[in-house]
């Protein structure tokens, strides 16, 4: 039998274009195309998207008034089937790059949930979400404000978060190369989300 593999979207969130996020990012990236996906990636430090400003120019079409770069991102994670984003902690949340990212979806919520009135809680999920990120403490609760933030954000874009690789005590650039066991761990997490949405 044959598997029609879906396309992938990959956001890069870390200011560092070599972090260990980044890295495990690229690992995932490999995994997913070994397995036949299809993967564009996206490195958000190298776009210009402007903060959430708050106007409610979206409560017409829920379309944001900003025209920047976030239109483009936001049409990728819309057409995909598949999603990974990754992101280092920066005081128990996301980097800056990946929250004002996060921010200007929230025009996606204003045209589900105010303009389609979808019943909060009850869409189907379209997509496959795998979240990767880091920190650098071992603070039991590192990651527990993030996995909120997320699980509403995958919900205005339909997604399921499927997987999610967390790892702590990872800070300065190439820390994660000293456990190619996490690396590993990425790449299969990769391949299985390519079969998981084929």
């Known amino acids: 039998m044959e ?35 299809r993967v564009e990636e996206v490195v958000l430090r190298d776009l210009k998207i402007s903060p959430c400003l708050e ?12 025209k920047d770069d976030f239109q483009g991102v936001r049409d990728r994670m819309l057409g995909c089937d598949g999603l990974m984003l990754a992101s280092p902690i920066f005081f128990y ?19 589900k949930y105010w303009i389609d009135k979808v019943p909060f809680g009850r869409s189907e999920p ?4 795998l979240f990767i990120s880091v ?8 990651f527990d404000g993030t996995l909120l933030t997320l699980k509403y954000f995958f919900d205005v874009l339909d ?31 990769g391949a299985d989300l390519a079969a998981a949405i084929s």
């Open 159 to 189: 997604t399921e978060l499927w997987r999610t690789l967390l790892y702590r005590q990872l800070d300065f650039e190439g820390d994660v190369l000293k456990h190619p066991e996490y690396l590993k761990e990425a790449f299969d997490a």
């Open 3 to 37: 598997y029609s593999m879906g396309s992938i979207l990959a956001v890069y969130g870390s200011p560092r274009r070599k972090g260990n996020t980044a890295l495990l990012l690229k690992e995932a990236v490999k995994g997913a195309r070994k397995a036949g996906a």
């Open 93 to 111: 949340t996301v980097s800056a790059h990946t929250k004002i990212l996060m921010d200007r979806c929230q025009s996606l919520w204003v045209k």
């Open 126 to 129: 379209k997509r496959k979400g």
């Open 55 to 66: 106007i409610y120019g979206c409560k017409n079409k829920g379309e944001c008034a900003i």
């Open 135 to 142: 920190g650098a403490t071992r603070g039991k609760k590192l």
